[in-house]
Each structure stands twice: as C-alpha cells, then as structure tokens.
C-alpha cells in the first residue's frame, strides 16, 4: 500500500479510468451536506489564486485545499483497454468533482471562454488512445449501472441539450446545482474576467487529495470493509453487498455481476429499502433490518444489526451457499416482506403487520418470513401462526407486562417453526406461545385480559400505539362492505386520533352535583380513563369542543363523526335489551362507560383469542 497527498490535476490529468465497482452504493450526495461545501472550497481555493496573480509580488502562496481520502487498486490490463483502476474508497467524491468540472465546462463554452477545452482534459480521456471497440473507456470515471444514464446526461458536452433521463436524480440536480452557483458566482459585481482561469488553477495545482493506492498483496475488500465497518456512513447492509459482490468473483460468477446487481439487489437501494424505521429507541435502515431477519432465519439465533456484518462474515466463511444465490435469496425475502406489507386489515396477517407496524414490534418478523418462505404451509395455518402472535402482544400489551424478553421468546418461536412439518406450523407458533409459565412470558388467559379491559386507567397504563392499535382492528372488526364505502382505518395513519367522550378534564362542564361523594368523584375519575369512554377521530377535536357538556357534544359527534366505534356505541346502545338508543343518548355518565367497557371488551375477546389448551402443558421456561 502507498499513501500520499496528490494535486486533482494528477489525478484527472492521464489517461485512465477510475471504475466503481459494483458492490458500491448508488450516488447519494447532497447539496447541504456535500455538494455545498465542495463549492465553497474550490471558490475559496480559486478566489487565492486570483488575489496572487493580482499581488505586485507575483509569488504563488502555500496554501493547499484537501478534499478527503481516495482508495484505489489497480484493474489488470486488458488489450485495447486504457489503463484504469477500481475505487475502494471515495467515489461519491470523485464522481461530484467530475460533475463540477464538467459543469465548469459547460458554462465556459457557453461564454465563449478559453477554459472550456482545458475542463474538458480533466473528465475525458484524449480520444487518440481510445479504441473504437471501447467508447467508454473516454470518460475518466466509470459509474455504477443504476447511475449511468444520469451521470451521461450530467457529464455531457456544451451542445448536448437533450432532457435529463431522470429529474430526480442526485446526479442530474447536481449538475444543474453547480451550474446555477457557478453561473451567479461569475455574475458577483466586480468579478474578474479571468474567474475561470483562476478556478482551473485551483482545481489542478491547489485541491489535493490522499491518493491511497494498493498494492498486489492488499485485498481490497479488506480494506473497504476497515474503512467503513465501524463508521455511519454505510449501512451495514452496503457491507454485505461489498462481501458477496467480491465473492462472485472469487467463486467464478463474475461476469453474472451485473446482471445480479440490475435485477436483484437494485432495489435495496432505493429509497423505499434505505429509508430509515424505529426499532426500540433506535432508528435502522429497513434494508439492513431485512438482511438481518434473513440471517436470523439461517443462522437460528439472533442477530443484531449492530453484529450484521461480522455474523455474515462468519456464515460466509462456513456455507456451501453461492453468493450469486445469496443475492437472489435476499431479493426474494425483500418481495415477500412487500407482499406481506400488502395483505389488508381483515386477514389475521394484516392486522398483525398493520399493528407490529404502528408500535414499531420488530421481533416476530422473522417468524412471519419464516412462515411463507415454508412450502406447503397451508393458508389456515398462516392465518393461525398471525392470529396467535398477535393475541399475544395485544393481550399482553393490555395487561400491562413487559416487552423486554421478546427477543428470546420469539427466536423460541422461529425455531419451533423450523423444525415442524409445514402442515402444522402454525399450531407450533400456537402451542410455543402457550408453553410460557413465567409471568415475563406468559399469555394472558380470557379471564386476565377481560379483567385487564375493564379496569380502569386503561389509557394510560397502555402503550397509546398499541391503545390506537386495538381500536383501530375493533373499528375494522366492527365495518362491513357497506360501511364508509368499505375503507378500513390504518393504526399508522397520524390524522387518526384516540379521544376522550367525556373529557378529562370533565369538572367545568360535566360536574356532578355538589352533594356527590367522594365515592362519586372517585368513580368518575375513574371513569375516565376506561376503554369504555375512548373512541377514534379521523380530525383533532378543538380543544373547546372536546370539552364541551354532553348537550353539546353530543351533536357535533353525530354530524362529524363516521367510526363505527362512535356511531354503534356512543350515538347508538350497544345494548339494546337494556337500553333503547332515544334513552341511550340522553347522557353519558359512569353507567353508560361501563356498558361499553363490557361490549368492547367482549368484541377484543373475539378478536384476540386465548392461547390454545395444551393436553400436555410444556414449561418451556422450566426447560
């Protein structure tokens, strides 16, 4: 390996192109984080060089600009080929500057300035050591397939006017970025005519980088994976892609690189896959949390995205598994976990995901794509595995108990799933539920969750995701075809809001009369909170509103409101043999919540079924 700092025009003066390798990650700069500092430096550094030709002393300064790091290794020569080397390391750099550059060309032929031809020299190869067989080896940096049509278009000649493939792109609106900021700076009252001049000279004698070039006995992947393993700027799944990408070649599948990186992992780095999701306290890239299930699956423990590359490292070194078949397999789990984000809100599946989704429950992922990656896992036994896990969060989740050893109990789970005949893998995640004694692990019983429902404080003794959670699948329990055109709410939906039928604070318009007792004020403080006295708004109530008496309430709830979880229970008797809907209406009052605790209590109950009666009960926690 040798390092040393080199001057940009070393590095864009031969010939020779700089390819980036396949494992790398599509062009993701910015302006605020990238493209504007770069811009900054470069006028900085050109702005000395015009104040030293302006000196009376005449004497170049000192003063060098650094750009950062670059990591190369050289490519084996190949006839008719220029020379050129892979980027390890910094090519989201190199491939900015040559957009720069080439911007700076654009708008100097456009002026009719002298530069143009000298930019030129720094992004394009001299077209007499260019073999006709191999018209791309004229650009000095070769980009990533998914980026090629837009990096053309950016890096294109003065008189190319054709409309940009995508608008979207980094690469595009870069071009146009620096040519916005290049034509205002050029512009600025008092600049020199000689602007360009001075930026050429900085750009080739005063920015410099680190030229960190590696030798035959260097391994590349090695040091990419040194460089970037511990730092925040890749997500542990670009660290995958980078191992298995190297192993193609090492297993002799090299020329099927390419089409491996346009038709399978492409999509895991998009935007949709790269996007980051909460997992507890902490935020992942949903493309690593993806990898991570899929390691999982295989290696049979847990794996934390903290530990994904070095676990996948070490079960690289041990599988028979093809990289090529490796990458095909995660493309298949990625389309499987969309397909399953697809399934609605009236299939037990659906309203698990709609639910682990809203309260952000990460662990059973595994389980579920375990499940229908399976063959022959009968439909119903799918249903059962979906409606089993989620009674036990939900159940668990109302009553209160912790979610901290849900890592352990799930991973249980997955392994009992991958050792029973597909013909009953879902009664294995039933019957591995239902084997926990221990009160940390257990699944509450009917009798616990009823008893859990009707107490009092629900709202705040219950996670106010899993609270909207479970309102939101009785509002969907409770709609049929006909009811608000057959839409179903979403638990993530951030327009719907829980709220309070009797406000909470309740004594300026809901008083009780000024001889109730203690005990009364009690009961109605304790009314408050019980799921009996919640309900579901698609719009914030005005604060005004929401507090307003019973009277007055009651009419905008009737015009506004369209949930059935208001309409068939708040506006109309849940219970008509006790109470007609004329009488029900005429109040709201500890009675009536009471009334409506017990009714959706009993719709939770048909929902959320109880864990399955073991003949033989298993004390997997004993065990």
Request: aromatic share 8%.
């Amino acid at each position: 390996m040798q390092a040393g700092d080199v001057k940009l025009g070393q590095v864009f003066s031969n010939d020779h192109v700089n390819v980036i390798p396949l494992f790398q990650r599509p062009y993701v700069w910015d302006e605020e984080e990238n493209w504007a500092p770069l811009w900054r430096d470069v006028v900085a550094a050109a702005l000395e060089v015009q104040a030293e030709s302006q000196s009376e002393s005449g004497e170049p300064g000192e003063s060098t600009y650094f750009l950062g790091a670059v990591v190369i290794h050289q490519r084996p020569m190949r006839p008719k080929r220029l020379d050129a080397s892979n980027i390890i390391d910094g090519q989201q750099r190199m491939t900015t500057l040559q957009v720069l550059i080439t911007a700076l060309r654009a708008v100097a032929a456009h002026r009719g300035d002298g530069t143009a031809n000298k930019f030129k020299a720094l992004t394009e190869n001299s077209a007499d050591v260019v073999d006709e067989e191999f018209p791309e080896d004229r650009y000095k940096v070769w980009p990533l397939p998914q980026d090629r049509d837009a990096y053309f278009w950016a890096v294109r000649a003065p008189d190319d006017d054709s409309a940009p493939p995508d608008e979207t792109h980094r690469l595009v609106r870069a071009r146009e970025w620096f040519e916005e900021q290049i034509n205002v700076w050029l512009d600025e009252p008092g600049a020199s005519s000689a602007r360009l001049q001075h930026m050429h000279g900085a750009l080739v004698h005063r920015v410099q980088i680190v030229k960190i070039t590696l030798g035959n006995s260097d391994h590349p992947q090695v040091i990419f994976e040194a460089l970037n393993h511990r730092g925040v700027r890749l997500a542990a799944a670009d660290l995958v892609k980078n191992r298995l990408f190297y192993a193609l070649d090492e297993q002799g599948a090299g020329s099927e690189a390419e089409s491996l990186l346009m038709n399978y992992w492409l999509v895991l780095d998009t935007k949709v896959w790269r996007r980051e999701v909460t997992t507890g306290r902490i935020k992942r890239a949903m493309v690593d949390l993806l990898v991570s299930y899929w390691l999982t699956i295989k290696l049979e423990e847990e794996v934390i995205v903290d530990s994904l590359f070095s676990e996948f490292s070490r079960w690289m070194d041990k599988t028979d598994d093809s990289a090529s078949g490796v990458i095909r397999e995660l493309r298949a789990y990625a389309d499987l976990y969309t397909g399953l984000l697809e399934h609605p809100p009236t299939t037990a599946t659906g309203r698990l995901i709609a639910t682990m989704r809203a309260t952000g429950t990460n662990t059973p992922w595994p389980v579920l794509l375990a499940m229908h990656v399976m063959p022959d896992v009968p439909a119903d036994q799918l249903e059962l595995a979906a409606t089993s896990i989620d009674s036990y969060l939900m159940r668990r989740g109302v009553a209160g108990l912790t979610t901290k050893d849900y890592n352990r109990i799930f991973m249980g789970v997955l392994k009992a799933v991958l050792k029973a005949n597909p013909m009953t893998a879902g009664t294995a995640v039933s019957t591995s539920l239902g084997s926990h004694t221990a009160e940390t692990r257990l699944w509450p019983s009917d009798k616990e969750f009823s008893d859990a429902l009707e107490r009092p404080g629900l709202y705040n003794r219950m996670h106010r995701a899993r609270l909207k959670s479970m309102l939101v699948a009785i509002e969907n329990h409770l709609r049929t075809p006909m009811d608000v055109g057959g839409n179903l709410l979403d638990a993530t939906d951030s327009a719907l809001n829980i709220e309070h039928v009797m406000p909470q604070k309740w004594a300026e318009n809901w008083s009780l009369d000024e001889e109730a007792t203690e005990a009364e004020v009690e009961r109605r403080e304790s009314s408050i909170d019980r799921l009996g006295n919640l309900t579901l708004a698609t719009t914030k109530l005005n604060p005004s509103m929401s507090n307003k008496a019973w009277a007055d309430k009651r009419p905008i709830l009737q015009d506004k409101s369209l949930v059935k979880l208001t309409t068939a229970s708040i506006l109309a008797s849940p219970t008509r043999e006790q109470m007609d809907d004329a009488t029900w209406r005429e109040s709201w009052d500890e009675v009536r919540i009471a009334a409506r605790t017990s009714y959706l209590g009993r719709l939770a109950q048909e929902i959320w079924t109880g864990p399955p009666a073991l003949d033989e009960p298993l004390d997997v926690d004993a065990e």
